[in-house]
């Protein structure tokens, strides 16, 4: 269900501060995750995430699909669904279409979101759905025991797949930004302090707003993403971008990215003395082109905001046009119904 809301506002934040912790965020069920799951890392930080944003936890909601993430709004003190098994952004878009002034998130995975509410997804990323959408990736399928999923990676030996999967993993960010969505984001699950700030940022963006989470399963697929983000490699196998500031990473900060033609290189160099030549992150650029080359790169891997554009949400067109609608055409409901052409039906012979 969803609260009762003023249809003409906006969602803002509260006049004045909102006396709220984590803890007000957290329900009374019971957390079923297996131990060591990434999820409960993800919503620990999302429970503490929300009190910062000055928002009454009535004007939230969390909707859902099917998955293991998808347990999720059970486990926050909102508003929320727990709808069926990939449609969970069509629920949302209603949600927000006829409630704009709550705040919904989507939390969804691999599996859910791309293979059977892939198409959905791509619909509500071009239309610029106002919705905050949290896709957990682990490369599995992990409520159903371990069969490889639409980010699986090539020659992934699951039970689905016993001599290796012979599909192409899908590239979440890629999909992102070709569905022209306006704010695109990555972070780790166990990369708490970063992953709050990027969830901050999504928060606040009006649209749709994209956010891979590296998450590990350690059930069905324990290591998904170790070989980029375990302390003893992350600092020189991802690279954390930030709008304004050259693509620098390594434990000594002494590599970098630039252009070699239009493809990325890494180049090292003395920390003291970077070159000037080394790419400069764009999140703002009107083009998807830069982005793009984040999202393919492999090596590096980067994290954080790929893109955060500003452009109208879907509900403030859809409002938009119904207010031109009343001005320009008042409505009949009588003409409506009969439509442009009617016809009299008569008994033979007495037409």
């Given at each position: 269900m969803a609260a009762e809301s003023d249809n003409e506002m906006e969602m803002l934040p509260a006049a004045g501060p909102i006396v709220q912790t984590a803890k007000d965020f957290k329900s009374d069920q019971m957390v079923r995750w297996c131990p060591g799951c990434g999820d409960?890392?993800?919503?620990?930080?999302?429970?503490?995430m929300l009190p910062t944003l000055n928002i009454p936890k009535e004007k939230y909601v969390f909707v859902s699909g099917i998955g293991c993430s998808s347990r999720f709004p059970y486990y926050m003190n909102t508003y929320g669904f727990h709808t069926i098994h990939g449609r969970a952004l069509t629920l949302a878009t209603g949600i927000k279409g006829s409630n704009p002034d709550l705040q919904v998130w989507v939390v969804t995975g691999d599996g859910d979101g791309l293979s059977?509410?892939?198409?959905?997804?791509?619909?509500?990323?071009?239309?610029?759905?106002d919705v905050k959408i949290l896709l957990f990736n682990n490369r599995i399928y992990g409520l159903t025991k371990g069969q490889y999923s639409p980010t699986s990676e090539l020659g992934k030996k699951t039970k689905s797949s016993p001599m290796g999967s012979v599909d192409t993993p899908l590239n979440p960010i890629a999909v992102a930004l070709a569905s022209e969505a306006s704010f695109v984001a990555r972070a780790v699950d166990t990369d708490l302090p970063f992953l709050s700030d990027v969830l901050t940022r999504a928060a606040h963006h009006k649209g749709s707003a994209f956010i891979e989470i590296f998450q590990n399963c350690i059930?069905?697929?324990?290591?998904?993403?170790e070989s980029v983000v375990a302390k003893d490699v992350r600092e020189?196998?991802?690279?954390?971008?930030?709008?304004?500031?050259?693509?620098?990473f390594g434990a000594k900060k002494d590599k970098g990215i630039?252009?070699?033609?239009?493809?990325?290189?890494?180049?090292?160099?003395d920390p003291a003395n970077p070159p000037k030549n080394l790419l400069i992150h764009d999140e703002k650029a009107p083009s998807a082109t830069l982005a793009n080359f984040l999202a393919h790169m492999a090596e590096p891997v980067p994290q954080g905001i790929f893109r955060d554009v500003a452009r109208p949400a879907l509900h403030e067109l859809m409002d938009a046009q119904i207010d031109q609608a009343r001005k320009e055409k008042p409505a009949d409901l009588q003409k409506l119904l009969k439509g442009p052409e009617t016809w009299t039906v008569a008994a033979a012979g007495k037409a």
């Open positions: 409960f890392a993800i919503l620990a930080t999302v429970q503490k059977i509410g892939g198409n959905h997804l791509l619909h509500a990323l071009r239309r610029n759905v059930v069905f697929n324990d290591g998904a993403f020189e196998k991802m690279m954390k971008v930030a709008h304004g500031k050259p693509m620098i630039v252009l070699n033609g239009l493809e990325p290189e890494v180049v090292s160099f």
